[in-house]
């Protein structure tokens, strides 16, 4: 029994879409239209400029005024319909800008609309040289939807809309164009053979001096000295080839066992030499 | 090693002169050899720097590189000397000249390796 109720729902909704277009076929297309639609410009003393059912483009001055009244009626019945919703739409398609305004509906259908100039209202958008698109939107149920074009209406220029603060973040921005330092240029051959001699001269110097003041290097050869010697001649000779081509992790590995060679050697060289001055 | 004796020197003469000759007698060999090492970093260093200011320090990490290395190189050898020189011998009770000489070992090969890692 537990099981019943929710196969019954489960039949219910398989049966939905069928029930949905079974709704679709039934509803009736049942479309509305306007009766006698009329628009009348008028300047600020009332005279009637221009009075035609629809004409465009309609120039409208500073202190003038535009009339639009009509009648929203069924199509086949030609009964009087008061719509859930009626808009007049000012629409300028160069910068989108858009401005609407409802529309008071009588119950009987009738509509009238008013837009005094000498008093603008908020609601229209920014103006340019370019005519503002004006449309009549209907909404109500039951019935089809109206959007329709009326005419093009042509506004004194306004001021434009205003920019928002953060506009030019969502346009791409100037390219930036940075400025570097010059490269840095080799010096003059000449120059450079020139101070290269200068800097090697301070060895000649060096080995004169050496060549005059050389301590007698007697014990340098013996077996407990020598090898110490090697073994800094070798961490020397390690360090040019690190230098020349090897990478720092294989110089700290050769330097490390070379240093414990070292440490050993040094002390027996050392240590004997201490021994020799203590005598 | 020991000093040879001492100068008998008339009062007339320059002092630099006088001091030259003095040292010249006076110093060990040993120490002087040090001194002819001490004095060719110098130059080397006088003259890196020397290149640096007149004509340009392009490969800036190069010029550091080797004048550092005559600083650091005179530095060790100075120590060095003042401590195998007998005459300090009251100064340095801990430090035997072989532990100075070792030192002054391990010191230059660090110098050198840091000195090989900015030459580049």
Known sequence: FALEKPVCLLKTLMYYPLALLLLAVTAQASVLTLK?????????????????????????????????????????????????????????????????????????????????????????????????????????????????QLFDLVLPRSQPAPVHPDE??????????????????????????????????????????????????????????????????????????YWVKLRLGDVLLYGGILGVVTVFTGRRALSSIAAKRTQ | MAPTKAPAAPSSQNPVVLLWKAYNQQTPDRLKFIDAFLFFLMLSGIIQFAYCVLVTNYPYNAFLAGFASTVGQFVLAASLRSQVNPQNKDEF????????????????????FFVYNFLG
């Open chain 1, 36 to 148: 006698s639609p009329r628009f009348v410009v008028s300047d600020s003393t009332g005279n009637q400029l221009r009075a035609e059912p629809t004409a465009s483009p309609v120039k409208l001055g500073a202190r003038e005024s535009l009339k639009i009244t009509f009648q929203v009626v069924d199509k086949e019945d030609e009964k009087g319909v008061q719509p859930h919703q009626t808009f007049i739409r000012f629409y300028d398609e160069s910068t989108g800008e858009e401005g609407i305004q409802p529309v008071r509906v009588t119950p009987g259908g009738k509509a009238k609309f008013d837009l005094n100039l000498s008093k603008p209202p908020l609601y229209l958008p920014p103006t340019s040289d370019k005519p503002l698109k004006v449309s009549l939107i209907i909404g109500t149920p039951n019935y089809d939807p109206i959007s329709a």
């Open chain 1, 168 to 241: 030019a973040v969502f346009h791409p921005r100037p390219e930036l164009q940075h400025t570097f330092r010059p490269e840095q240029k080799v010096p003059n051959k000449f120059i450079s053979l020139v101070f290269s001699g200068i800097a090697i001269a301070p060895w000649f110097v060096l080995l004169g001096l050496w060549s005059q003041v050389a301590p007698r290097a007697t014990g340098l050869f013996s077996p407990s000295i020598l090898p110490f010697i090697a073994s800094l001649g070798a961490f020397e000779v390690l360090l040019f080839t």
């Open chain 2, 93 to 112: 009770k801990e430090v035997s000249p072989e532990r100075a000489f070792a030192d002054f070992a391990l010191g230059s090969i660090v110098l050198h």
